[in-house]
């Protein structure tokens, strides 16, 4: 059977109990019962999100790709958790999760899934493709690797206004091997931008696996060719490790000790889009990480603290399920672009001198 590339635990050399029994869970946090309780939550919303886009894709109703993050909650929902109201996040197709985390109302982001004029994209985008700056939400870029850029744009545009703002990206394993994470990486480095980047391996780029993709032992060690400290690997589906890491990571950042970036380990538990059956996956892989589901393994830790038990689940479950229901509702009545406005926002008003010809294009109903 495949393996993760190393275990999720920190190295110990005491015999203090790290992990809790149940679940695996790290014990030693700064989060508190009731922050633990709404990082559960948020990991619910996040897979309750999940199932709705999947379950709209199969009616027709999403026409666009639907990216499912099944099995990488805890990796979303803990690290965004760590950033603060002014700090900027970019996420990726896999980080449904921190959008809404970071606060994009679940009605939007299903708004903007079934293209609808009152969503960030005004419908012009049927997917992940979106963002919303009065939360701090950069869009996914499809180009893989060109956020890490943006990010440092946005964080050091702000230090040079004297705001201690902090940016959170993530990036796939995959994706680590485009020659824009190289440059951008290093510029940040570099400049000692505030920013923080995390390498979601989730053992899986489309169909490649990861000994197709790298043939170091760990994605994070790409740190140490631009002299950036403390990249660490972790376990991604414990959700206080990750809330760990991010919160260190962000706070060396916003602190000037430059770039940070480490790796978290977890499972693309579908294929790379609703589309993609993922056949070329091996069997036991899959049992494997479905073994560690990241809420499952969370429920059980908070149930053995006594934090929570089965029926506070269920109604979680059942509350955050109505209100997506609710949501879904809403966007149903949100009428679709017109067709004849789909040029609107790609051109700029003034013809410049170089775009002569496209007369036709400037007609005044599309300005
Ligand atoms: C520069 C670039 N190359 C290729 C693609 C096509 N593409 C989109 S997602 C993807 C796989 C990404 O894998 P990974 O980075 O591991 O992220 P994951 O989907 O596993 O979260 C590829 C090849 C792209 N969007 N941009
Ligand atoms: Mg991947």
């Known amino acids: 059977m495949a393996k993760a590339k190393t275990a999720g635990k920190p190295a110990s050399g005491t015999r203090k109990q790290t992990h809790s029994n149940a679940g695996e869970i790290l014990l030693e946090t700064r989060l508190t019962r009731e922050q633990q ?12 999100f999940d199932n709705k886009i999947s379950l709209l894709y199969r009616r027709g109703l999403v026409i666009g790709a639907a990216f499912s993050s099944l099995g990488q909650e805890a990796s979303s929902c803990a690290s ?30 299903l708004a903007n899934y079934m293209y609808r004029t009152n969503s960030p994209t005004g419908g012009r985008d049927g997917n992940t493709h979106m963002g919303d700056l009065r939360y701090g939400i950069i869009a996914p870029i499809s180009m893989l690797g060109c956020s890490i850029a943006l990010c440092s744009g946005f964080v050091l545009a702000a230090r040079m206004r004297g705001e201690k703002r902090v940016a959170l990206t993530w990036i796939g394993e995959g994706s680590t091997s485009t020659g824009e994470f190289h440059e951008d990486v290093n510029f940040a480095a570099v400049m000692k931008a505030p920013l923080v980047v995390i390498i979601e391996n989730n053992q899986y780029a489309y169909s490649t696996p990861v000994s197709g993709q790298c043939a170091a032992e760990r994605f994070a060690d790409k740190a140490i060719g631009y002299g950036i400290k403390h990249a660490v690997t972790i376990d991604g589906n414990d959700a206080n490790a990750v ?10 950042a916003r602190a000037g000790e430059g770039t940070q970036l480490f790796e978290v380990l977890t499972y693309r538990r579908k294929g790379h889009a609703e589309h993609d059956p993922a ?35 269920a109604e979680m479950t059942a509350k955050i399920r109505a209100d997506i229901e609710a949501a879904e509702e809403w966007v149903m009545q949100q009428p679709k672009p017109d067709p004849d406005t789909v040029l609107q926002g790609v051109y700029a008003p003034e013809r410049h001198p170089a775009h002569m010809d496209d007369a036709h294009l400037y007609e005044k109903k599309y300005r």
Not at 82 to 106: E, H, S, Y
Not at 243 to 252: G, Q
């Open 37 to 48: 309780l709404e990082v559960f939550r948020w990991m619910v919303v996040n897979r309750e």
């Open 80 to 109: 965004c958790y760590a950033v603060g109201k002014d700090d900027i996040i970019a996420p990726m197709i896999r980080n449904a999760g921190a959008t809404l985390v970071k606060g994009l109302p679940p009605r939007d982001f």
């Open 243 to 252: 809330y760990e890491a991010t919160k260190t990571a962000v706070d060396r």
């Open 279 to 313: 056949k070329y996956v091996p069997k036991e892989l899959q049992e494997y990480w479905e073994g560690r589901d990241p809420l499952v393994r969370y429920g059980a830790y908070l149930k053995e603290l006594g934090y929570i038990d089965d029926d506070g689940i």
